[in-house]
């Protein structure tokens, strides 16, 4: 049985549901510590009163206009099968039992684990900057998560875009990855308009929009 991090819904929003790309201060984390709980995972995936926390990574190299996302696409046969296929701008997976540390963000620190994991990098906790979070009940399965979205800034990391995007495509999570413009991200959000014809999934589509907002 795996068991995640979660919390009741209506601890998120007291009131109502505000969807979409929010602010770093529309959710009071601190707060909310005390409100989080493992739960099994099975059971959260049918019930919408509760929410899973999720971390967001978007890895990120250079600012302001010369701002460059790495996008990747998750392959058919993906773990979580509404995603399979869907191209993605967001590294990231469940908050667990083992990312419990001593004194350490619950949160901030499954996000590092997932992003070694994920992208085989590990830049540091320095790299990670939280932007925002994602709340999005237009799908199954967005509706039972939560994101809590982290910019990841990878300019200071060893190699060039191609040697970090050939070591990110090797990896067990994506079909294939590429380096993609932030300013061109916009224009990629509607069905199969990103590459190869392909399409971005939920979160994606509403973090582009937090990404321009925040690079």
């Not at 707060?31 to 919408?48: G, H, K, P, T, V």
Request: hydrophobic fraction near 40%; charged fraction near 25%.
């Amino acid at each position: 049985m795996r068991v995640i991090l979660v919390t009741e819904r209506k601890h998120l929003f007291p009131g109502l549901s505000p969807q979409g790309f929010l602010p770093a201060d529309a959710v009071d984390m601190d707060a909310l510590q005390d409100r989080l709980f493992f739960a099994e995972r099975d059971y959260m995936e049918i019930n919408s009163h509760y929410k899973q926390i999720i971390p967001y990574l978007m890895l990120q190299r250079g600012f302001g206009a010369e701002t460059r996302i790495l996008c990747y696409q998750r392959k058919v046969k993906h773990t979580e099968a509404r995603l399979g296929g869907l191209w993605s701008v967001g590294f990231g997976g469940h908050v667990e039992p083992l990312d419990r540390q001593e004194g350490a963000d619950l949160v901030r620190t499954a996000a590092l684990r997932e992003l070694e994991e994920e992208t085989g990098l590990f830049p540091g906790p320095d790299a990670l900057k939280m932007v925002g979070f994602i709340n999005s009940d237009s799908q199954d399965v967005s509706s039972v998560h939560f994101g809590v979205v982290f910019r990841v800034e990878l300019d200071a990391l060893p190699g060039s875009d191609e040697e970090i995007m050939a070591l990110v495509s090797g990896q067990a999570e994506p079909h294939q990855a590429r380096w993609i413009p932030a300013v061109e991200l916009p224009s990629m959000i509607g069905a199969e308009k990103a590459p190869d014809g392909g399409s971005f999934e939920d979160w994606s589509r509403i973090a582009i929009g937090g990404v321009l907002d925040v690079c």
